[in-house]
């Protein structure tokens, strides 16, 4: 398996929405409902903002949401506010029983 | 409240072994499954083992497959991460994290620091 394929940055203005993308295979993305979607500042720890394609974790905020279409997941952030400038991350479980991270986005608030 | 704290991190010579810790508190350990994910310096996540909450069939990555070993001990609330022959690449911060759904992690540690260099 190789990474899931997000686009390096994203970046909007404050109160804007944006997506990012995660693409998999047949094989991750396209087979389970198991995306997550991850923050992470820098030198923090990951925190899961997304599970199960689409459930948020208590305490996460529903400017939040995700999505999936084929092999395809989405990360949708609305109202974009300049705490949310962040590293995300999608992840997959894998037909081969392991979870496959992808290489990350880089979310800029201009 | 709910925490993972890992440990036993450090700097070791290529070839050489390091167990590392994730000890849990304020939940019911047993009833979780446990990741371990790792981090280069200023690269991206990576998977690196999973324990399932009945400590049956531990997963691993390609990277570690053959020389690292996850394990846990529920009466201590721990789950470790036996590495051997451990190599230059695998130089990285390691988290551990508590599963809120398959490839969910949703309670993550604060990450301990492996260096691998001679």
């Known amino acids: 398996h190789s990474a899931l394929t997000q686009p390096a940055s994203v970046s909007g203005s404050p109160g804007q929405s944006i997506t990012i993308s995660c693409t998999g295979t047949?094989?991750?993305?396209?087979?389970?409902?198991?995306v997550s979607w991850y923050q992470q500042h820098p030198g923090k720890a990951p925190k899961l903002m997304i599970y199960d394609v689409s459930n948020r974790p208590s305490g996460v905020s529903n400017r939040f949401s995700g999505s999936k279409s084929g092999n395809t997941a989405s990360l949708a952030i609305s109202g974009l506010q300049a705490e949310d400038e962040a590293d995300y991350y999608c992840s997959s479980y894998t037909n081969t029983n392991t979870i496959l991270f992808g290489g990350g986005t880089k979310v800029t608030v201009l | 409240q709910v925490q993972l704290v890992e440990s036993g991190g450090g700097v070791v010579q290529p070839g050489r072994s390091l167990r590392l810790s994730c000890a849990a508190s304020g939940f019911t350990f047993s009833n979780y499954g446990i990741y371990w994910v790792r981090q280069a310096p200023g690269k991206g996540l990576e998977w690196v083992a999973l324990?399932?909450?009945?400590?049956?069939?531990?997963n691993y990555a390609d990277s570690v497959k053959g020389r690292f070993t996850i394990s846990r001990d529920n009466s201590k609330s721990t789950v470790y991460l036996q590495m051997n022959s451990l190599r230059a690449e695998d130089t990285a911060v390691y988290y551990c994290?508590?599963?809120?759904?398959?490839?969910?992690?949703?309670?993550w540690g604060q990450g301990t620091t492996v260096t691998v260099s001679s």
């Open positions: 047949s094989s991750d993305v396209g087979v389970y409902n198991y």
């Open positions: 994290a508590r599963d809120l759904s398959v490839g969910a992690g949703e309670v």
């Open positions: 324990m399932w909450f009945d400590g049956t069939r531990p």
